[in-house]
């Protein structure tokens, strides 16, 4: 079993930053791979990006992309996602997710058994 806990969301303006933490119970965290989603009222739930056990692949949505960087420390069992000129379309909850089931990079929803509580992230105007 795996426990995740998301942190660092808030509100910030336009073009401003923020950076999501998720810390993850269990010794096994390290050969999981991870993502980060995101859902918005009234929509569907959306990889942003994931990272496999070593960090060695990545996958960033296009929407994100060159301003969004996720990264992980195996050691304190947590992973970031460092998001940068912000902007309102990303407005939504936060989702720490762990894909125990694969060691390739997992860029499916259905491909995640565990999951956080989620953070929210505004972006005003």
């Known amino acids: 079993q795996v426990q995740l806990v998301e942190s660092g969301g808030g509100l910030v303006q336009a073009g401003g930053s923020l950076r999501l933490s998720c810390a993850a119970s269990?010794?096994?965290?390290?050969?999981?791979?991870m993502g980060w989603f995101r859902q918005a009222p009234g929509k569907e739930r959306n990889l942003v990006a994931a990272?496999?056990?070593?960090?060695?692949?990545?996958y960033y949505a296009n929407s994100v992309k060159g301003r969004c960087t996720i990264s992980r420390d195996n050691a304190k069992n947590t992973v970031y996602l460092q998001l940068n000129s912000l902007k309102p379309e990303d407005t939504a909850v936060y989702y720490c997710?762990?894909?125990?089931?694969?060691?390739?990079?997992?860029?499916?929803?259905?491909?995640?058994?565990?999951w956080g509580q989620g953070t929210q992230v505004t972006v005003s105007t």
């Open positions: 997710a762990a894909a125990p089931r694969t060691g390739n990079l997992a860029v499916n929803l259905a491909e995640y058994d565990y």
């Open positions: 269990g010794r096994t965290f390290s050969r999981y791979s």
């Open positions: 990272i496999t056990w070593g960090g060695g692949r990545i």
